[in-house]
């Protein structure tokens, strides 16, 4: 990036619904280049309310990765390249509540892993070892931002909740879709805490704008029909956009009251001295 423009504060990563943000002005597309390989698209960056903001299909642009597949890492890094400081998903997801129908928003705090450490989730590898606090995954500071904004643009949202993180593509079984409501679980999908964790390593916010469009398959006769659930995403996706409209203002020019950006300042284990040239330069931008 030029040295001369303004530091993109904000960042967006969309999932399946959310390809575009047409609210952007002066908007380029920007190629980063990472130690972990390419993010799943270009970055679209523009001008946001008078800030700057960075947007990025997480599925790539058409659709082309399925939540495996997905380059984590380099999404992230890439969003900390620019210079991202709060980070924004937006996500569909499965509602294991029957209280949460399809097309509520729920601004999640909480995660379960289920993909079994299948995708790397990490950036510290390979010469260095660095241990971050996830006990809280997701920012509260901007998860109440958003809870805020959604007040203003007056969107209904449930505030709070745990994510069950699973491996895909494929939906779950109906077994499994009852063990997670025996957990007490809220909403089910495919991506989000692999981001959460990248998202504290690289001491940036985290937080979630998870749109239920199906019960899952707990339900008898409620199970996943692909139709349905991009009708309804859509439908949450203008949501989840209005959500983030009515919130930029806010997301610019808030305080950090937050221990999200010091995540690193004792995760560190290994001996600098035993730290390798290499893990050091490609770790060095995530400590900024």
């Known amino acids: 990036m030029n040295s001369k423009a303004k530091r993109i504060k904000l960042g967006i990563i969309g999932g399946s619904g959310l390809y575009r943000f047409p609210e952007l002005e002066n908007v380029r597309r920007v190629t980063v280049a990472t130690p972990f390989g390419k993010p799943s698209a270009p970055y679209v960056v523009g001008t946001f309310q008078g800030g700057e903001l960075a947007f990025l299909p997480r599925h790539g642009e058409g659709h082309r990765f399925n939540p495996s597949e997905v380059n984590y890492r380099a999404n992230v890094y890439g969003m900390k390249k620019l210079g991202v400081e709060r980070l924004v ?30 995708r790397p989730h990490t950036f510290f590898e390979k010469g260095i070892v660095a241990h971050v606090s996830c006990a809280d995954p997701i920012c509260l500071g901007l998860r109440d931002l958003l809870c805020a904004g959604a007040r203003r643009a007056g969107v209904p949202v449930v505030a709070g909740g745990t994510y069950v993180c699973m491996e895909g593509p494929q ?39 998870a749109i ?77």
């Open 89 to 118: 998903s937006v996500s569909a997801v499965g509602s294991l509540k029957e209280d949460i129908p399809p097309g509520t928003i729920v601004l999640i705090d909480q995660f379960i892993d289920r993909t079994k450490s299948l």
């Open 171 to 209: 939906f779950s079984t109906r077994a499994e879709s009852h063990l997670y409501r025996a957990w007490g679980a809220t909403v089910i999908g495919m991506t989000n805490l692999t981001e959460a964790r990248l998202a504290r390593e690289a001491q940036m916010c985290y937080a979630t704008l």
């Open 212 to 288: 239920a469009t199906d019960y899952d398959c707990w339900r008898a006769g409620d199970e996943v029909e692909i139709t349905d659930l991009v009708r309804i995403l859509n439908q949450g996706t203008e949501k989840a956009r209005a959500i983030i409209v009515a919130s930029a203002k806010a997301l610019e020019a808030a305080p950090f009251a937050c221990k999200c950006r010091q995540a690193l300042q004792t995760a560190v284990f290994s001996d600098p001295k035993a730290i390798p040239a290499a893990a050091k330069v490609r770790t060095r931008v995530l400590f900024k």
